[in-house]
């Protein structure tokens, strides 16, 4: 495709503003899905539906394969990375190349909401349907953020980032705390309603594809596809994988801090997705109990990002990233502790992961966004996707294998650390100002 009729979005300061809304709505929109599906209901509800279709020994059977019915929900996370792996170059360079990004985004995103609403459909046995529509979604919202992502660097200047980056995850954080009070009201008062608890969790379920597409048309209408010089066709299947990876290849310090950034993300969103799984059947805590520790997370994620990003100003990205990874090592350690039946301690827990959340991610977004060559912001993102929003394959996998061979939730969620202290040690040995120039970029006066 070409370029002759890609427009440019206005230079001035106002143009980039309006740009700047619109893109924060983004995160409004679909960061409800993270919340109510993949951090609060989706884990424990497809875990009792597919027990419920488990033979005596627990275990059911997709395509002829034996799997634990408690580890159905991680693994089915792990597999939507590997179709979001061999989709996200592809599209990337795509975006790259011909500068419409938004047509793109729109498809996935409407794909994953698509997906999310049909959960409604999700009862009794139907564990692989389930599976299946989790699959698609998480993989569409792979695609999707990684577009939305690398708007990034083209709507924000360099010393904008860090700021920007954090009111789009504090916008996505109040989010899912608007819609998650709904979700307790609904969920609570199911009777009230008229509706069983396993509708109640369902409606849940499908709102949140609902919103993800009504409020997704403000980024539709505000940002604008930027023209580009590379007007070539993009490389077909596996091609544009190994092109993609072999031109990260020439930027060696850019690689070191997304293979950091890799590890340490795959034990954060690992925790995220796992979370109420870890709470509902290793602690057994109820629904209820689960939604307002979520809830707990949610409303303080947003003054942790929004704090996390002035701490930036002051000590520099990496460092504050650094002392992140440094508090999930020390809260993750203790939930091993945690004692069963008591949510007192849960929310404690809960408070801890909030502070942190947010913070940690929207800086080694903008972190990132520094690090990308000029002109290739989609198909960079596309890589540093793999491991975002809980869309991580290797920490899913860890844990469900641990669940497998041990039965122990809770030596599942201790074998996480190892993630955060791996990246610990990633991200301290990477010289991020000469990563920078390196790329091409101006470096920051605080990196």
């Not at 596996?238 to 060696?252: E, G, I, N, S």
Request: net charge positive; glycine share 10%.
């Amino acid at each position: 495709m070409g370029t002759d009729t890609v427009r440019t979005p206005p230079a001035d300061g106002a143009g980039l503003r309006r740009e700047q809304r619109g893109w924060y709505f983004y995160d409004w929109a679909c960061s409800v899905y993270s919340t109510s599906v993949l951090t609060v209901f989706l884990g424990p509800y497809l875990t009792s539906v597919a027990e419920s279709a488990a033979d005596a020994d627990g275990y059911v059977h997709p395509l002829g394969i034996p799997v634990r019915a408690g580890s159905f929900f991680a693994y089915s996370v792990s597999l939507s990375v590997i179709v979001a792996v061999l989709v996200m170059p592809l599209v990337g360079a795509a975006a790259d190349r011909t500068g419409r990004k938004k047509p793109l985004l729109a498809a996935a995103a409407y794909t994953g909401a698509g997906a999310t609403t049909a959960m409604f459909l999700l009862d009794g046995d139907r564990y692989l349907l389930g599976g299946a529509l989790l699959v698609v979604a998480n993989a569409a919202q792979s695609v999707a953020m990684m577009l939305y992502n690398s708007y990034l660097p083209q709507i924000a200047p360099p010393e904008q980032r860090d700021a920007v980056s954090s009111r789009g995850w504090a916008f996505g954080y109040a989010a899912g705390s608007l819609v998650l009070v709904a979700n307790l009201v609904l969920y609570t008062g199911h009777e009230r309603f008229g509706v069983s608890e396993s509708t109640a969790v369902r409606i849940c379920l499908a709102s949140a594809g609902l919103w993800w597409g009504a409020f997704a048309l403000i980024p539709l209408t505000r940002l604008r596809d930027r023209a580009t010089a590379r007007s070539e066709a993009a490389l077909p299947g596996f091609r544009q994988l190994a092109a993609t990876v072999r031109d990260m290849r020439r930027h060696p310090l850019t690689l070191a801090f997304l293979l950091a950034y890799l590890v340490y993300n795959d034990g954060v969103q690992t925790v995220i997705s796992q979370a109420s799984v870890y709470g509902s059947k290793e602690l057994g805590l109820g629904q209820s109990t689960l939604i307002g520790a979520v809830l707990l997370v949610q409303v303080l994620a947003v003054a942790g990002a929004l704090a996390m990003g002035r701490l930036a100003r002051s000590y520099g990205a990496k460092r504050t990233i650094l002392g992140s990874l440094i508090a999930w090592t020390l809260t993750l350690a203790a939930g091993y502790f945690l004692p069963a039946g008591a949510p007192v301690w849960f929310f404690v827990l809960a408070g801890g992961i909030g502070l942190v959340l947010g913070g940690s991610q929207a800086l080694s977004r903008s972190l990132f966004s520094h690090l990308v060559p000029p002109g290739k912001e989609a198909e960079y993102f596309s890589a540093y996707e793999v491991s975002d929003r809980g869309m991580s394959w290797l920490g899913p996998l860890l844990f469900g294998l641990t669940y497998q061979l041990t039965g122990s939730y809770r030596d599942a969620i201790i074998s996480l650390v190892a993630f955060f202290v791996l990246g610990f040690v990633l991200l301290a040995r990477v010289p991020v100002r000469r990563a920078i120039e390196e790329a091409g970029n101006p470096v920051p006066d605080r990196i």
